[in-house]
């Protein structure tokens, strides 16, 4: 089953409507108003908040940074095939979210970025995690060691285990380096479905809420 445009932002719209009740707060009438019908053409195959990872059909993510705002990789990650953009709601935002820099490119407006990031992660990538077992670790030392250690023994009981640490990433006959403790929800949810695809799943399969 693919996701549309219109599946991911009617997704975020209840998605909101219930966190809205839940705390009593009121929804901005700005978040649907560029939705259009259109967008149930419009497959979604991937989503990053990386320009440099974008790939046709892909979702990018454009979020503010430390040093930059992710908006100005706009015309990079169009360039690169991305069928839509999703950004911060919030203004003033940067020219290159203005309509006249964004022409007919379709925007998912965001009112809390990297949960709703974290969201539209989940579901682009066909909510790996119903089919994985997790175990985190945390702590200020040892979290490699510990890892490590614990793939091992879980690979000569259970067969091949799948790891993300901060030195590597692992399984499913994959292999390659990491330099990030925590990723975003976007490489994350892409990795867990990458799990999944090399046989790490379980149970049934689900997509969206």
């Known amino acids: ?117 974290a969201w539209l992660s989940e579901w682009v990538w066909g909510r790996p995690l119903d089919h994985l077992q997790l175990i985190g670790v945390t702590g200020t030392n040892g979290k490699t060691t510990t890892t490590s250690l614990l793939a091992e023994i879980l690979t000569l009981a259970d067969g091949d285990v799948g790891l993300l640490g901060t030195i590597k990433a692992r399984g499913g006959g994959l292999e390659a380096s990491s330099s990030m403790t925590t990723l975003e929800s976007t490489a994350l949810h892409e990795r867990f479905a990458g799990f999944v695809r090399a046989g790490h799943g379980i149970g049934p399969k689900q997509r969206l809420p």
């Open 1 to 117: 089953m693919s996701l549309t445009l219109l599946d991911l932002s009617r997704a975020l719209s209840a998605h909101r409507a219930g966190r809205s009740q839940s705390a009593e707060r009121q929804l901005d009438d700005r978040l649907a108003s560029a939705e259009r019908d259109d967008w149930g053409e419009l497959e979604v195959r991937g989503v990053t908040h990386d320009s440099r990872a974008v790939a046709p059909g892909w979702l990018y993510v454009a979020l503010p940074g430390r040093a930059t705002h992710g908006a100005r990789f706009i015309p990079q990650a169009i360039a690169a095939g991305a069928v839509a953009i999703a950004a911060p709601i919030e203004e003033p935002r940067p020219t290159e979210l203005s309509p006249e820099a964004l022409g007919a490119t379709p925007v998912l407006w965001l009112s809390e970025p990297r949960l709703e990031m």
